[in-house]
């Protein structure tokens, strides 16, 4: 049995803001989030050991590199910190949270800080559809092509079609359940925008279709995003709960974790997985991993999930592969109203990738510490109720590194 | 009048499109609250009719876009399908002119919203109209920027009275959530609570109450600061003046450009009406200047006449756009090239330290900065403050810090007076205000060093610092 890691909270900027058209440098990204932190927190920076930054690719976006020595530059206290930066394109924020809890569990360090933080308003639409083309295998599937992403998951919905049927009027409820549940989130990017389930199935001048059956409302958001996220051991976080006067076990804890890469290229993922019930076994079993390392026997032991929905067709995928319907009928749970608020298990009640908006390296931390947020009972108008345990779900390129976090209490 | 909403006027998809549906309302615990579904909106093809209507509607009500022709509420409903970037967002919209529909509209409609051009005779008249065909409990609501609401509700009758208000939306009104709710002496004070809530919860608005004074809380602090700048640009220079007061100081735009986009014609209605009406410690920063008033009589409207411009013009040469620069002296417009200014060394410091995120210490480097530049802007900066906190009190303007702060920030996209004195510190806020001979606001001797004053939740200081 592992050790524990807690977790102590963290802060997520306004997902909403330009940071190009604030004239700000990548590092004041970061440098908000671990400040809001340590705020959020009362952590002294002093007592933080080690930092940890996912970020996906700042060099394209920012032209910097390096991200982890921007850790240092936030307070003297970080001087002659251990730091580094992990990259798995979207996944680069798990990734981060991986890599600081494993060096609790082996009992390297008790307090760690994460940051996920990706800058992408920096260039235009076509540009940044390039630069994330290099998540996929670029010279084979992205190279000369405009927004790839959204092609390849259009195949992801086409191949869900082709095993089990798919109607395009389930993605459209699930745009609309996003975007809804964004409204109630003062950080998200979308919380002012207008959307509506009509407005999802309609294809006109302003819903373009961007690749295959992916149209603007399927799409995830171009985001400007950093999230800090504390992490302790068990010495650690019972020395901040004897300092604060709470119990020990009122901290929420990473209860379980699953790590999981298929093949790189789309084709490959899918032809390797034609006999198997689910189009994505890989991320099936890093989910599966997350719930046997958490303990809980199925996805019913969890209240809510934080899943990656970078396109409606990626959240679609998602519900058969968390178990909460067979395999194929993914569409049961959205009829029925299984993922809204209030519905039985709610499906990204901070309005996920698509509502809360997508800062590529920054989203799995994102999700942690929304997860975080949901069992403590700090998500305001989002809150679910009774929420004990949370599941999230961070990809990274097509379905090829899959991070699921069972986040709560046991 | 304030009746439960019921249960009936929620479709299910209203329950994706708005703040509407059940679960909405019994997580947010605002079951009671007026029942807003049908909105009419007069002068639905103006920029702010047809922004408002957006907002109306994205909220899940059912709009009726008013114009004089049917073409001009078609020119509103387009304009709201761009600002919504929606085509759909017109299934919750309807057309109709003032001489077929207005009767018919007004008497079906839960509140009625005027957005007629910013003339109190045209709005009286069509107040008016409204009297007679609406019905006793609907709310009628003006979006006027600064004209009287209490001469707008003279002689209507008692029904109209107790339900009239402003609703001052700021433009564009979908993306400047900032709003100033206006009662008059005559309007329910129940209806102006709810108006606050609705407009937060539904239409997620930041929501304040001003009182009925001219040009209201936000354009009353924010125009003294424009027009004093513009009173400055006369002798430093217009391109020097923005770059003193630019983004470093807590604003998304330079203040001469902002009059440029605002227009000219607006700045001096604004400006004029607070200096005829008004009378406080900065009455002359609210004159307006006599270059402007010689300018405007010429059609210098700022952004809105690109042929004769503001404080800048841009032009076409060849394949290429200069911008040029008004030399208020003159009247005379230069390349901005040659009119380049001098870069000030403490101020490229403060920029330099907002670009990488160390707001606190810019603030500082502000305050320590030398030279008589370094004194002209803190003039200006700390004018902003104690002019904007003189506005808070009883028989003033609103009645918390709080409202000034958001808005300021909300309405304006300017740093929020609290979030000066919380990195100044009230003590050293008091020493500047004194050292610049300025008012010092009594409610600052009350704050104790240490004691945050904007407690805005979920925003970080750090939006309104444009390096």
Known sequence: ?410 | MVVPVTFQTLSRNDKHATNLGLFELRLRGILLMIPIQKVVVLGANGTMGAGSGEVFAAGGCDVVFLARTIEKAHEGLVAAQNMAKSVRIADRISLGTYDQDLEEAVAKADLIFEALAEDIELKKSFFAKVDKHRRPESIVATVSSGLSIAEMALGRSESFRRNFLGIHLFNPPNVIVGTEVIPHEGTDPQLVREMVQLLERRFGRVAIVAADKPAFAGNRVGFKVLNEVAILAEEHGVAFMDYLIGPYTGRAMSPLATIDLVGWDVHKAIVDNVYAHTKDEAHEAFRLPAYMEELIGRGHLGNKTPQFGGFYRRVKEGNQTVQLVLDPKTGAYKDLREAAVRKLPWLEKIRDLHHVGRYREALQQFLSAEGPEADLARKVVFGYISYALNRVGEKEVVREVRDIDRIMGFGFNWAPPSVLIDIFGPEETIRQLERYKLPVPAILRTVSPGQKLFREPHVNIGRFFAA
């Open chain 1, 1 to 410: 049995m592992a050790a524990p890691v807690y977790i102590l909270g963290g802060y997520q900027t306004d997902f909403a803001r330009n940071w190009k058209k604030e004239n700000k440098h990548i590092v004041a990204m970061i440098r908000e989030a671990v400040e809001g932190g340590l705020e959020a927190t009362g952590i002294d920076p002093r007592e933080i050991q080690v930092g940890h930054v996912g970020n996906f690719a700042a060099e394209l976006y920012a032209m910097q590199g390096h991200l982890g020595a921007f850790l240092v530059d936030v307070d003297p206290a970080f001087s002659g910190l251990p730091t580094a930066r992990h990259e798995a394109a979207c996944a680069s924020g798990s990734i981060a949270i991986l890599a600081a809890s494993a060096e609790i569990e082996a009992g390297r360090y008790d307090l760690a800080l994460v940051v996920g933080v990706e800058q992408m308003k920096t260039v235009d639409p076509a540009k940044g559809g390039e630069f994330l083309g290099t998540a996929a295998w670029y010279e084979r599937e992205a190279k000369g092509i405009e927004f790839p992403f959204p092609k390849l998951f259009g195949r992801l919905g086409d191949e869900y079609d082709r095993r089990y049927g798919l109607k395009d009027e389930h993605l459209a409820h699930i745009s609309a359940i996003n975007y809804s549940n964004a409204k109630r989130n003062p950080l998200a990017q979308t919380r002012n925008w207008y959307m509506t389930e009509d407005q999802a199935r309609s294809v006109d001048k302003f819903n373009t279709v961007i690749g295959g059956r992916i149209k603007i409302s399927d799409c995830s958001q171009v985001t400007d995003g950093a999230v800090s996220l504390f992490l302790a051991s068990e010495k650690a976080a019972a020395a901040y709960a004897k300092k604060r006067g709470i119990a020990l076990e009122s901290i929420p804890r990473l209860l379980g974790w699953g790590h999981r890469t298929a093949p790189i290229e789309f084709d490959t993922k899918i032809a390797e997985s034609r006999n198997n019930p689910y189009v994505l076994p890989h991320t099936r079993q890093a989910i599966l991993d997350a719930f046997r390392r958490a303990g809980i026997p199925d996805v019913w032991a969890v209240q809510a999930i934080e899943t990656h929905d970078c396109f409606t067709t990626s959240e679609y995928m998602a519900i058969d592969h968390f178990g909460i319907t067979k395999p194929g009928e993914s569409w049961k749970a959205i009829e029925d109203g299984t993922i809204e608020m209030g519905g039985k298990l709610p499906i990204n009640p901070s309005g996920g990738l698509i509502g809360c908006g997508h800062p590529v390296g920054a989203t799995g931390v994102r999700q942690v510490l929304d997860a975080y947020k949901q069992v403590t009972g700090q998500c305001g108008d989002y809150q679910v109720e009774n929420a004990k345990r949370v599941a999230t779900l961070n990809i990274g390129g097509s379905g090829t590194t899959s991070v699921s976090f069972v986040v709560g209490f046991a």
